[in-house]
């Protein structure tokens, strides 16, 4: 098979992908092996591949890789989520686009639409994967509002429900004016914006007096129904109890007194507006105040605020700041910056809003999945997020799970007149109501109109996709897939949905499985451009991943990513990362037509040849051992740098070169078989990280009693590692490396052999590695003597010291020229040196840490002059 001088990642990548294919490689199921499994964060079906996407799969695809050649049963569970939020929004954007209003549609109809969507645009991304190179078992694929799938969630509903941790209740949720719906704490993104604080004037009824507060929000002025000060406050003692006027509209409010008051803060007097902030709300449950409601669903001014109505939130505000000041109530303006919540999906400013929702009591759920971090049970890679881990659960709220859509999982909540149940049908519904004593007909009663939050469904991921009516089994009737593959082995996600999607998956694992739902979680970092911020669209500074992977082949851009990424720390990115993974890519690809080209003859093995494989032989154990245990620790990045150094520099650099027959002349076939093992070994190493250069080169290389895929190939097993065999090497190429600079240096061509002597007899023994050293060094002749009277240059290397006969390509007068003029400079900077630190005042008056570099110089310039002399002498000066 004739093999390519260059590699070409297009045809490469598509050809080995759709044999993996053909031949089921990916497909796991239960069997007598050790299961290794993971579950994809099911992406958006509204999602394209991104950089974040392309990270957390590309290290995704390594751990199954890899678990699958130590001889593991890998499972890779794929899929994607429904996104109730975004995906709505996508739906409801096109049929905008196409003249349909989604006010004008049933909820049916809507649907129609949803599911069209979903089938023409849900699977894309899953495609894409597919060019990254995924081993996925995509005949498992799942989504989340599958049949069956959202069977588990009204089973999930209903449990929690009937064990009291479901409940309904009118409660202050954050309100997503833009999407219309609630949206949990955990969907909300705090941002850092300029805006403005308005102290604004309240008058008494009389007009004889006044209270200032101030606020960031005026167009809520109109729902206010109290002002309230510390009871301790002097400033306002005698106005508690007294009545002043909401401006604008005269609407008579109580002054009040609580002890939640900051005196120290502002004004020290507070406007309570109880629909409209979460703290007013709970002040004004406790002195029974009542409730306004100025702001409707849409973000617009409602019929209650009497002012405004039917303007925007934030033109009301602006409109309301005139009023004030042409009233003479606005006392002054301040340029703040001010933290404001975001709805994470749609960017719209959050509302608080008191609304009648769904909640799932949190408490009880919590305590188990905090100890199940906090002992090790399950494990955080960086540890550094169990602390934020712990806080978020120790100090966790009931989670707002409805949600005012209509894509989703509809709540299974039924409704007659002010009677409601909860049950999985309709038919099981009239029963409930049967059971309560009220008798109506399927016709009579209303499911409720909300869908569950998508993580809802999502937390009951690990499970579902293995057995999706776990929920109403006990484990000893779970099918064979879940008493298999469950618990999981690793989840790899990033840090913004650690409470999200984690901490709920472990709540849900532990509830309703009895069992953690995965052991290790690695946390990426963010991935970033050069400036630091964050790849967005909106940014536009997010390359396209199918763009990257068709300039630099998808090993390159896997490569690229890894190289730099450790867990929980951001990624840097730039196009130069892909390049390098292409480099090494092509450093692997030529080192194997290297080791092709080689004629094979029936001669004796090269004496640097047998050295140096005895030697790699040591190194590449050592160093699987070293990438191990990098790989047990997580630190994935690392594993890669030392696999990459020990391809590029141990074997391509150094074996290599050490075993490589001169130009024309034949390998013996002991040599090119050594050679073509330890390739293999590396491959096998490689594979993960670059799944399709690897294949390729197995197909050329693999003996035909070896397996046909490398995919398939279990890892390599190797002896202990000789430390003393390792260490004597090292001490070769350093010295190698010396000679090297030493001729770069002094201007000798790599192809004059030189003469050296290593100034210690007793050295001897510490080099079994001669004809490397002979060969790589380009020594006429290595020769240890222990006489001191050589003249030549000397080379340390650690202890042993080396000399260099001054051979006729040497201008030895030139030499001496140039080593006296040093000389000179370095005795007359020691001299100015010296003399400063002589200076006691200097001394006494200077920061310590520049003493202390003076010092420094003063010893390097000795050291110098030292050396600069020697080597004079060694030339016979």
């Not at 309301?320 to 999906?345: F, P, W, Y």
């Not at 060969?775 to 080379?795: H, P, R, V």
């Not at 051979?807 to 003029?821: A, F, H, P, R, V």
Request: net charge negative.
């Amino acid at each position: 098979m004739e093999i390519p001088k260059q590699y070409n990642p297009g045809n490469t990548e598509d050809k080995w992908y759709t044999e993996w294919l053909k031949n089921n490689l990916f497909r796991s199921t239960p069997d007598e092996r050790e299961p290794f499994t993971i579950v994809i964060p099911p992406p958006n079906v509204t999602g394209v591949l991104h950089m974040g996407h392309m990270l957390n799969n590309t290290i995704q695809d390594v751990l199954i890789r890899r678990a699958r050649m130590q001889g593991k049963n890998a499972c890779w569970v794929p899929g994607t989520d429904h996104a109730s939020i975004a995906t709505e929004a996508k739906v409801v954007a096109k049929l905008k686009a196409e003249g349909i209003d989604k006010n004008s549609l049933s909820r049916v109809q809507f649907l129609e639409h949803a599911w069209a969507w979903k089938e023409k645009h849900g699977g894309i991304i899953l495609d894409q994967l597919k060019k990254l190179g995924a081993a996925c078992d995509w005949e498992r694929t799942k989504f989340t509002m599958d049949s069956d799938l959202s069977d588990a969630v009204t089973d999930t509903f209903i449990r929690l429900y009937k064990e009291g941790l479901i409940y309904r209740g009118v409660r202050m949720v954050n309100w997503d004016p833009s999407a219309q719906t609630a949206v949990s704490d955990e969907e909300v993104i705090y941002k850092e914006n300029p805006g403005k604080l308005f102290h604004v004037k309240y008058l008494t009824e009389n007009g004889s007096d006044s209270i200032t507060i101030a606020t960031t929000r005026p167009e809520t002025i109109l729902g206010d129904t109290a002002i309230c000060v510390h009871p301790d406050d002097s400033r306002y003692s005698a106005m508690i109890g007294k009545t002043v006027l909401v401006p604008l509209i005269n609407r008579p409010i109580k002054i009040i007194a609580d002890e939640y008051v900051d005196m120290t803060f502002g004004s020290g007097a507070l406007k309570i507006t109880p629909a409209h902030d979460i703290n007013d709300y709970q002040l004004g449950i406790k002195h029974k105040l009542e409730v306004i409601d100025v702001i409707a669903a849409d973000g617009t001014m409602s019929e209650a605020a009497t002012l405004f109505v039917g303007e925007d939130r934030f033109k009301a505000r602006k409109l309301m700041v005139k009023a004030l000041e042409d009233a003479g109530q606005l006392v002054k303006t301040e340029e703040i910056i001010n933290k404001v919540g975001h709805s994470e999906r749609t960017d719209a400013v959050i509302e608080p809003r008191l609304s009648l929702q769904w909640f799932v009591d949190m408490k009880q759920l919590a305590g188990p999945a905090l100890e199940a971090v906090t002992n090790g049970s399950v494990q955080l890679h960086p540890s550094k997020f169990i602390n934020t881990y712990r806080y978020w659960m120790e100090n966790v709220k009931d989670w707002c799970i409805s949600r005012q859509l209509w894509w989703g999982h509809r709540i299974p909540a039924w409704y007659y007149n002010n009677e409601f149940v909860v049950a999985s049908s309709a038919d099981e519904a009239v029963k409930e109501f049967a059971a309560k004593g009220i008798i109506v007909s399927t016709s009579e009663i209303k499911q409720d109109e909300d869908v569950v939050d998508t993580w809802f469904s999502s937390w009951l991921w690990p499970i579902t996709v293995f057995d999706a009516q776990a929920i109403r089994k006990s484990p000893d009737q779970w099918n064979e897939d879940l008493k298999y593959y469950y618990p999981t082995n690793d989840l790899v996600t990033a840090p913004e949905i650690l409470f999200f999607w984690v901490a709920r998956m472990i709540m849900a694992g532990i509830k309703f499985a009895g069992d953690i739902p995965f052991k290790n979680v690695y946390l990426t970092g963010i991935v970033r451009d050069k400036q630091g911020r964050k790849m967005s669209k909106s940014l536009g500074n997010s390359p396209d991943p199918l763009m990257l992977i068709e300039k630099f082949g998808a090993d390159g851009v896997r490569i690229g990513m890894l190289l730099t990424s450790p867990a929980g720390n951001d990624l840097p990115f730039d196009d130069s990362l892909c390049e390098q993974g292409r480099n090494f890519n092509n450093k692997l690809w030529n080192a194997f037509r290297l080791l092709q080209s080689w004629e094979v003859s029936d001669i004796a093995e090269d004496p640097a040849a047998e050295e140096v494989s005895e030697w790699f032989v040591s190194r590449i154990a050592d160093e699987k051992l070293r990438i191990d245990d990098l790989f047990e620790k997580y630190r994935i990045s690392e594993a890669l740098m030392a696999l990459y150094k020990l391809v590029w520099d141990d074997y391509c650099s150094w074996y290599l070169e050490a075993v490589k027959p001169g130009f024309g002349s034949p390998v013996s076939s002991k040599t090119k078989s050594k050679a073509a093992s330890f390739m293999k070994d590396l491959l096998c190493m490689v594979h993960p990280f670059a799944p399709f250069i690897t294949e390729e080169i197995w197909s050329f290389l693999r003996s035909e009693n070896e397996e046909p895929f490398i995919l398939l190939k279990q890892e390599s097993k190797f002896e202990e590692p000789d430390p003393i065999a390792l260490n004597q090497f090292e001490l070769t190429r350093e010295l190698i490396s010396a000679i090297r600079n030493f001729r770069s240096s002094k201007g000798l061509s790599p192809k004059d052999a030189i003469h050296l002597v290593c100034r210690s007899r007793s050295a001897e023994e510490g080099f079994p590695f001669k004809s490397t050293l002979l060969k790589l060094a380009n020594l006429s002749d290595l020769e240890f003597n222990s006489d001191k009277s050589s003249n030549g240059f000397s080379i340390m290397v650690r202890t042993d010291e080396f000399f260099i006969a001054a051979g006729e390509q040497i201008d030895l007068g030139d030499e001496k020229e140039k080593l006296e003029k040093d000389l000179e400079y370095y005795r007359g900077f020691l001299i100015s040196v010296s003399k400063k630190l002589s200076n006691e005042k200097f001394v006494a008056n200077a920061k310590p840490e520049i003493v202390e570099n003076e010092r420094k110089k003063e010893a390097d310039a000795v050291q110098k002059i030292k050396l600069i002399e020697e080597q004079l002498k060694a030339l016979g000066v």
